[in-house]
Every structure is written in C-alpha cells, then in structure tokens.
C-alpha cells in the first residue's frame, strides 16, 4: 500500500470526526475509508485513531502522526496552488455556502461573470441561513453577515451591513408612529431568529446605547419572509439595508425611529486558516469585494 496516497484521507477523517463525512467527501464508500484506514495503520504498525460507536478519538501516536502529515497535506495542496499561478491558470473546485437572501440577490447576480472569468474554476454554491461548520462541511469559504464569534477562521470583509428599523406606511397608519424606543414595546415587533445580537436590539442615539427586547408574535428564521410580513403590513423590523433598499426607495417600506442608529456589522467571507491562500479562493474574495464596491455596496 502507498501510506503517502493515504495521508490526504487521515487528515479529512480527524479533521471531520468522522469516517462518513470523510467518505462524502472525497466520494467514496465509509467502508472503503474504514479499510483503507485499519492498511495505513497495519503499514505504520501502529493504532491511529480508537473507534466507537459515537465517535473517534485519535491515539497518541495517531495525535503525533496527525501534527505532521497534516502539515505535508497543507503543502502539497499549496504546491499544487502555486504551480497552478504560475501558468497562468486559476483552476480547481470551490465550495461556498451564503446567507440566503443575501446571496440570491446580490452574490448570484455576480456569478456569471466571475466563470466567464475563470472558466477553469468549478464552482459549488450552497444557500443556507443556518451556522454551518467550515470544515466538517469541506467548504472552502462561508459569507457571514454581522459579529464573528472567536475562532481560527480567517475573516475578510467584503462589505458594511447597516440596519434600520423599518415598516409598511399602511402599519404606521393603523398603529401609530413610534417616537421613543419604550413606545417600540407596544408595537407588534417581527424577528429574526437567526439574528447574531441575540434577543435584544441596540442603538446609538446622541452618545447614548440603549437596548430593547423585542415583543412580537411572529418569529422566523429567513429575512425574505420578514421582508414580506412588514409589506403585508403586519409589524415592525430591524433590517438589514441590502434586504430593503427598494422597498425604501419605492416608499413601501418607510424608517422608524430613524434617529436610533443600529450598529455597523459587516459582510464577511470566513476561510480555514492557511499559510497561503489558494489562487482559486482568493480571486474569488477579490472579485465580490470589487463587484461589491462598484455596485456601490454601503449598504
């Protein structure tokens, strides 16, 4: 058996815990993973990795074995990369995964000019509101939008998110205007649940924060469903501008309390932490942050 065919392998079981999601993701079955993993151990004479029905647990020699070839595994894949630049070729496979809303309308609208661009480039797009984990996933970058949690990814920022709150001017004739923020709490308020603040909302006005939990009856967990409630005139929102640029343009939907500020967050692009960026990955993150910017992204 050739161990150094094998290294890619290891490394993609420890890093995903699993020998089945190790197994979808290089395409193969979990019990060609499984043998292939009990031959690298027989040829290394050594056990690896401590199997049980719920998880694995590397051994300490497999802990040791890992700390190296994992490294090996980084730079043959930077190798691979850099040969790549050099013949002018940006090529390969990229997974990405973005916010729902956010990325069918203003990421998809980019995409086919990004290939015409880079044709070499195969390029998997998933659309997902939820938190999903970088590196159990394979993908190769996440967009993000508002404060990142600690944690060893890279974050690039590709554009500011400013919030507002907002309502249909049909809601504000039946309900009143608000002029305060305790004025908010008796307002039918809709919520995002998947909203990175927690359950308060902040704002700034002259100097001053002050936060306030939102009351409403209706919560969910996609932005374009919220967007579609306030124009049905059902409540009051902060949203997101990219989400409401036209309906503000077109007066369907009108600022509240606008002289509340929500806070600045930004829209980023997290990758796995790496010594050198693949070519394939970072033409891609410059092309959004350029497009952004000329579409005149301030959002």
Same mark, same amino acid.
């Given at each position: 058996?050739?161990?150094?065919? *094998? ?14 999601? #190790? $197994? ?18 027989? %040829?290394?004479?050594?056990? =690896? ?6 998880? =694995?647990?590397?051994?300490? $020699? ?5 700390e190296?070839?994992?490294? %090996?595994?980084? =730079?043959m894949?930077?190798?691979q990369d ?6 002018? $070729? ?8 973005l ?8 990421? %998809? ?10 044709p $070499? ?9 939820r938190v999903?984990d970088?590196?159990k ?6 967009v993000?939008?508002?404060?990142? &949690?600690?944690? +060893? ?6 554009? &500011?998110?400013? +919030? ?8 504000? #004739? ?7 923020? %305790? ?25 001053e ?8 009856n ?5 932005s ?13 929102? =902060? ?8 309906e503000?343009?077109a007066?369907?939907?009108v600022p ?24 394939r ?16 992204? *301030?959002?």
């Amino acid at each position: 058996m050739d161990i150094y065919a *094998n290294i890619p392998l290891f490394v993609s079981v420890v890093e995903l815990g699993s020998f089945s999601e #190790a $197994a979808r993701r290089l395409g193969i079955n979990k019990s060609a993973v499984s043998k292939r993993i009990s031959a690298l151990e027989q %040829a290394l004479g050594v056990k =690896l990795i401590q199997r049980t029905t719920r998880r =694995l647990h590397l051994t300490d $020699a497999g802990r040791q074995y890992y700390e190296y070839v994992h490294q %090996a595994a980084t =730079l043959m894949q930077q190798a691979q990369d850099a040969l790549a630049s050099q013949q002018g $070729a940006v090529q390969g496979s990229l997974k990405v995964s973005l916010p729902n809303v956010f990325g069918q309308r203003h990421i %998809a609208p980019l995409l086919s000019e990004f290939t015409r661009q880079y044709p $070499a480039i195969n390029l998997k797009v998933s659309l997902d509101d939820r938190v999903v984990d970088l590196l159990k996933e394979g993908l190769d970058m996440v967009v993000r939008i508002g404060d990142l &949690p600690d944690s +060893s990814l890279v974050a690039v920022k590709l554009a &500011p998110c400013h +919030s507002l709150l907002c309502a249909s001017p049909d809601y504000l #004739a039946r309900q009143g205007d608000p002029r305060s923020l %305790a004025e908010l709490r008796g307002h039918n308020c809709l919520f995002y649940s998947y909203f990175r603040g927690g359950l308060e909302w902040s704002f700034e006005r002259r100097g001053e924060v002050s936060r306030i939990k939102p009351r409403g009856n209706i919560k969910v967990n996609n932005s374009e469903v919220i967007r579609r409630l306030l124009l049905d005139g059902m409540g009051i929102a =902060l949203m997101p501008r990219y989400l409401v640029e036209e309906e503000l343009a077109a007066g369907t939907l009108v600022p509240v309390l606008s002289d509340y500020q929500a806070p600045t967050h930004g829209i980023y692009a997290l990758t796995p932490e790496r010594q050198h960026m693949p070519a394939r990955l970072r033409v891609f993150i410059d092309f959004l942050k350029q497009a952004l910017a000329e579409r005149g992204a *301030n959002w």
